[in-house]
């Protein structure tokens, strides 16, 4: 089994996660993953318009991705919060993992209910958020990938979302 990469130190997200295990975490936690269009709304930290959380143009010193510059200092993983928050008060939301969400991957991402939340399908899921291996196309806060559930991989994490406050 995969373990955390030497350079994966304390305050880094954590990867090597699966689907299955980001959503037993959360559970365990009291919270679960969220949804495509949840993630994707608390992303643009209101900024509904902006091609990033924090405007149209992509900048190191805002996100950790592909390469180093600006803040962006990192070959890999970035410590969480090494970035400024976007405007819900939300850390890494572009760039440092990929961020399994509960959604089965559709063509049309925001289409009804279609089942896309079906928790025991083995159907790929939605991550999104970009890497620190990606480049600013897709760091868009649009963009979105799908992987099989059971993957896992040095660039895959996730957070969970609670419906309410504890």
Not at 38 to 44: D, K, L, M
Request: proline letters at 7%; one cysteine or more; charged letters at 30%.
């Amino acid at each position: 089994m995969e373990k955390q990469p030497e350079w994966s130190k304390d305050g880094h997200p954590v990867v090597y996660v699966s689907w299955d295990d980001a959503r037993d975490f959360c559970e365990f936690v009291r919270g679960r993953l969220p949804t495509e269009a949840e993630w994707e709304y608390a992303a643009r930290g209101g900024n509904a318009a902006g091609i990033y959380p924090w405007g149209n143009t992509y900048s190191p010193d805002h996100a950790n991705g592909e390469g180093v510059g600006g803040k962006d200092t990192w070959e890999a993983t970035a410590p969480t919060g090494s970035f400024p928050p976007n405007g819900y008060g939300l850390y890494d939301m572009t760039g440092n993992v990929w961020e399994w969400t509960s959604s089965i991957y559709r063509d049309n991402p925001f289409e009804g209910d279609d089942g896309r939340e079906d928790r025991s399908s083995r159907r790929p899921r939605v991550v999104r958020g970009g890497s620190w291996n990606d480049d600013p196309t897709i760091l868009r806060v649009s963009f979105r990938n799908n992987i099989a559930a059971a993957d896992r991989g040095v660039n895959l994490g996730f957070r969970c979302a609670r419906d309410d406050a504890p």
